[in-house]
């Protein structure tokens, strides 16, 4: 088979990407090959549903930019769709004294990321808004919101298809050739002949990458999140989204509450390293996968840097009440019983040998070839803007 452009990965970026690709380029011939049976499988629906408002990036960072442009193509798509949100908004915890300061940090990076809105409220006023949260301030991110990506990555996909655009499901890549000035994406079903590769791997995008003989010193690292959720007779604890305050040295923003679009609460996600790329359950081990994390130096130096965070979470994904005593953190109401096991996710985290997780979105370029080697979130909210730089290099 020839095409075009090949995309590797049908994840929400890679569809995103297709969707602003089609758009731009509608007489080019674009080919989806995944290696699952259908679109979203893995972090695209493995997530909480939260539209970011950007108030956490870095000011002027590829993360923030494009999450602030991200959100506002993502509502209009939705609305222009019917594909259902709730711009609910969410507050941001602080429960002692001495988070107040970080508090600060946060709430002065989202008015420099120009959200508007923002409000530092005192104890009295975080209970109007959350009634049974435990804060002595907190700060109100009016723009927050819920959604459910898989309904909007599929509703990417079919309009792909729409365009003439072609999806390969059940089709993992296995290897890649250049060949002259086009290049050979091989999987177990057929060979595609593409004059371009845009790879969003996800979870295995450095083993994509290799593929191309692409110089990359990255490696994914697999961190599972699992989630506990409110039972119904509880959930009334929880009106939208509470949220602690985050260590912003550390790319994971802690145990909290979100409402769920569909209805229900979860609470969570934890961050354990995974013994499998896709390992959502704490006994799906992988030895080679497994291997390939624990020899490599990056990790070894953030094992070393971060070991007693790391035996906190373990102890969390094993002992139901060391994780409810975090929730409780938030809100002292909660009890063991509230809570019944939910879903996990996994998150594919960059790391380099130097043991710096990557908390910014990182694309490798070669030519007739783009990796997007690190999406971590907001990509699933910032993914149409995304879609739109990846697809405005190709284009060019």
């Not at 380029?25 to 539209?51: D, M, T, W, Y």
């Not at 507050?91 to 002692?96: E, N």
């Not at 934890?270 to 996968?289: P, T």
């Not at 908390?359 to 999406?375: K, S, T």
């Amino acid at each position: 088979m020839k095409t075009d452009v090949v995309i590797i990965g049908a994840g929400i970026v890679g569809l995103a990407t297709a969707y602003q690709l089609s758009r731009m380029r509608p007489e080019l011939k674009i080919c989806i090959v995944e290696k699952e049976a259908g679109p979203a499988f893995h972090q695209s629906s493995h997530n909480s549903g939260v539209i970011h408002s950007g108030i956490y990036y870095k000011p002027g960072g590829s993360k923030a930019v494009n999450c602030r442009k991200g959100y506002q193509y993502l509502l209009e798509f939705c609305d222009q769709y019917g594909l259902e949100y709730d711009i609910c908004g969410k507050v941001i915890v602080a429960t002692t004294k001495a988070e107040i300061p970080q508090l600060e940090s946060i709430y002065q990076r989202g008015i420099a990321n120009g959200l508007t809105g923002l409000k530092i409220l005192d104890a009295d006023a975080t209970r109007e808004k959350e009634p049974h949260v435990r804060a002595v301030q907190s700060i109100w991110v009016p723009q927050a919101g819920i959604t459910n990506y898989k309904k909007i990555a599929q509703k990417y996909l079919e309009l792909v298809l729409q365009n003439g655009g072609q999806a390969k499901f059940e089709a993992p890549v296995i290897d890649i050739q250049k060949e002259n000035r086009h290049h050979r994406v091989i999987t177990p079903k057929e060979e595609i002949i593409a004059r371009f590769i845009i790879s969003c791997g996800g979870l295995y995008s450095d083993k994509i990458t290799k593929f191309t003989k692409v110089d990359s010193p990255i490696q994914i690292l697999p961190f599972r999140g699992e989630y506990y959720e409110l039972k119904s007779e509880k959930q009334h604890l929880v009106r939208n989204l509470i949220y602690p305050v985050p260590n912003l040295n550390f790319p994971f923003l802690g145990v909290h509450y979100t409402r769920m679009i569909e209805g229900g609460i979860e609470a969570g996600p934890n961050a354990v390293l995974a013994f499998k790329r896709e390992g959502y359950s704490r006994w799906d081990i992988d030895r080679k996968e497994l291997w390939e994390t624990l020899s490599y130096p990056g990790f070894q130096k953030i094992a070393r840097r971060y070991w007693r965070d790391g035996l906190g979470e373990f102890y969390r994904s094993f002992s139901k009440q060391a994780f409810v005593k975090a929730l409780q953190h938030l809100i002292p109401e909660v009890t063991s019983d509230d809570l019944q096991r939910g879903r996990s996710g996994v998150r594919a985290m960059a790391c380099d040998p130097d043991g710096n997780l990557l908390d910014d979105y990182r694309l490798f370029e070669a030519p007739g070839i783009l990796h997007v080697a690190n999406a971590p979130s907001p990509a699933a909210t910032a993914s149409l803007a995304i879609g739109e730089m990846v697809a405005g290099r190709v284009s060019g």
